[in-house]
């Protein structure tokens, strides 16, 4: 679809998001600019336009509480360190969500977004695995800007289901062209989610796969047998060319450590909650818990002995859960479940019929995508935070900002 500038309501400040999207993967400074540029923009046309996005809703009570939540949190830390750093991060992705959700956006824009959110994660892929297997400089296929193998997995693993959803929306009215893009989109992701070995997104990514299979029998059995073969030659494909995230699970099982020690690093979360177990030890602050002097003397306090085998210190705790009980405590907790909850319940409730315009149906699936993957991968790993943290709000508010246009957002 060809976007004309009469289609944008607001050019720079469109510009601006689609020039943080295209950088978020890739570029550490640059995003951080454009985050800023865009934030400033959209205040600047909604006091022009003496609009703000229409009145108060029910998910803006829930992100102004979520984003006041994390300075709580800070005030009130077990540990002092980086408590206010992290609120910080709470509320650059909390701030995005709230101020796509209010954009109106066009049909066109919409798309255009969608797309630009794709092609912004191949060129980060294509840097990958230059690094990777060209210049060598990194031993594990990573998002530049990203980092971490496994926060670079997430962050595919999201594009991949919104991809997905994509292909299956658009596919009646694409050209050949289009289809073979896409197709390259999701073809290609879960390629790179096989090499990056991480074994929760991978797994992941699979279960999204037969699940959007499913949710498409309303329109078509297709999608469902098509995915389902591909899973199983997949899986079968690695097994008998002993893919190397075979052999790590292999390894594990072998080692009868199959979680990577998750159960040991995820007791050391639990200590530090019951010592601080209403507002933790602070956002982005798990990682002063890294000399094991803290877990002796908390295990002292209770008259129990320390085992070194029994707890592994990490800088996080490898579970968005674990460690959000750990940073933010019993408060914080309960307000990220509950984020969690009522965007499950929209999803739910909101679903498209099966007549819905084919880019409702790709927005919602942008949105399943990055709650399914956040909510699910979120159990082995830390999600929510950073880059793919940023995504997450963008698909969601992508959807949101559609479903505000037709009205169907709960006041």
Avoid: C
Wanted: no cysteine.
């Amino acid at each position: 679809m060809r976007l004309i500038p009469s289609q944008i309501r607001h050019p720079i400040e469109f510009v601006f998001l689609a020039l943080l999207i295209l950088s978020l993967p890739s570029f550490e400074a640059p995003k951080n600019v454009f985050w800023v540029a865009y934030g400033f923009t959209w205040v600047i046309n909604r006091i022009r336009d003496k609009d703000f996005g229409g009145k108060w809703k029910a998910w803006d009570t829930l992100i102004a509480t979520w984003i006041v939540s994390g300075y709580i949190v800070a005030a009130f830390a077990g540990f002092q360190h980086h408590e206010w750093l992290g609120a910080n991060d709470l509320l650059r992705y909390g701030v995005v969500l709230w101020l796509v959700m209010r954009s109106r956006f066009s049909h066109a824009e919409l798309t255009w977004l969608l797309t630009i959110t794709f092609i912004s994660t191949l060129l980060a892929l294509a840097g990958g695995l230059w690094s990777l297997l060209v210049t060598h400089r990194t031993i594990a296929l990573q998002l530049h800007s990203v980092g971490h193998v496994n926060h670079s997995a997430i962050y595919m693993a999201i594009v991949y289901g919104s991809s997905l959803f994509a292909l299956l929306a658009f596919w009646p009215t694409l050209r050949p062209l289009g289809r073979s893009a896409l197709l390259t989109v999701a073809l290609g992701l879960m390629l790179a989610l096989i090499t990056a070995q991480s074994r929760a997104a991978l797994g992941v990514a699979v279960i999204f796969t037969l699940l959007t299979g499913l949710v498409w029998l309303k329109k078509s059995r297709w999608p469902f047998i098509i995915f389902l073969g591909g899973v199983l030659a997949i899986a079968a494909g690695a097994y008998l060319l002993r893919a190397p995230i075979v052999e790590k699970q292999v390894q594990g099982i072998a080692s009868k450590n199959q979680l990577s020690l998750r159960p040991e690093i995820w007791r050391v979360a639990i200590e530090a909650w019951r010592i601080h177990p209403w507002f933790g030890v602070g956002i982005d602050n798990y990682g002063k818990i890294q000399t094991p002097e803290h877990v002796q003397q908390w295990l002292a306090a209770r008259g129990e002995a320390f085992d070194s085998k029994r707890y592994v210190l990490q800088a996080h705790a490898h579970s968005l859960y674990f460690t959000a009980l750990a940073e933010r405590g019993l408060f914080g907790l309960a307000i990220l479940l509950g984020v969690l909850s009522y965007w499950a319940y929209q999803l739910y409730r909101r679903r498209p019929a099966i007549d819905s315009e084919l880019l409702r149906w790709a927005l919602w699936g942008g949105a399943f995508s990055a709650w399914f993957n956040t909510a699910a991968i979120g159990t082995f790993n830390t999600t929510l935070h950073h880059e793919h943290a940023i995504l997450s709000m963008l698909l969601l508010g992508f959807w949101l900002s559609y479903e505000s246009y037709l009205g169907t957002v709960d006041a």
